[in-house]
């Protein structure tokens, strides 16, 4: 497994196995990570000639008050995980490599960017699409794989390829959760053994909802209300739970094709996401 730090590395890399018809994969991460990533990187291994992972902490993608100083990190540990995972490359560039010298452009998807998790970290998408769009640029993959746990970021993800002609495939993975239910997430670190016991009325109120959906309940302001009271009475602090449509993100009726339940929620000072989709069977 290589090693990169530098931009033009990573693009001559990618370069020479276009040239000979390769495959490149990517699974972009700010790593410390877990089963979900790993199930990222066993999908990208099977679709790629080589597979690569990026690792790099966006710092356009967090507020000014938010965890980008703590975020964890353990790059020893990732590199152990992602070589048995059978990743070909780590890129992994330092952020002057990324943002060298002034940087004046950005990568903006509109109205989806704004709503749900936008509303309460305005400037997080634009900073995810600016740093997806440069590795892609600087990857060069064929196809990339992107977690349904960030739902919105996928749908975001999406609609940038759709609306730039960008030729890549975006492939969208399956939550993985923990044995007890909780959504796998590199933050889960951070919460106290309290806080993670809270932190499952999340899973365990979208699960009530599928189970009031399963029995042809189809009236979202109950589901919604089955959500918020299990996340409510377990001491966490709603930002937001909806129902939504898969591909608008607006308000939608569970009647809906392809309606989803969305939630995100406080632990302590901990912002936790999860969702889930109200499949018809
Ligand atoms: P992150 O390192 O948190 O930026 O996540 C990198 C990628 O892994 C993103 O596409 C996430 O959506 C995905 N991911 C994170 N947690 C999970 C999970 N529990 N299940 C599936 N994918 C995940």
Redesign the pocket.
Known sequence: MKIVTSVHEMRDLSMKERSKNKTIALV????YLHE??L??LKEGRQRGDMLVMSLFVNPMQFGPKEDLAKYPRDFERDKKIAERAGTDVIFCPDSGQMYPGPFKTAVEVTELSGVLCGKTRPGHFKGVTTVVMKLFNIVLPHVAL?????FQ?LVIIRQMVKDLNIPVEIIG?P??REPDGL????RNIYLSADERRSALSISRGLSKAMDTFKTGNRNSTELISIVKNEIKSSGLKEDYVEVIDECTLEPASATANNARIVVAAYAGSTRLIDNVSLEKE
């Open positions: 972009p991460t700010m790593g979900g990533h199930s990222l992107f977690g349904e746990k960030d970021q993975m939550i993985i959504a796998r997430s590199s």
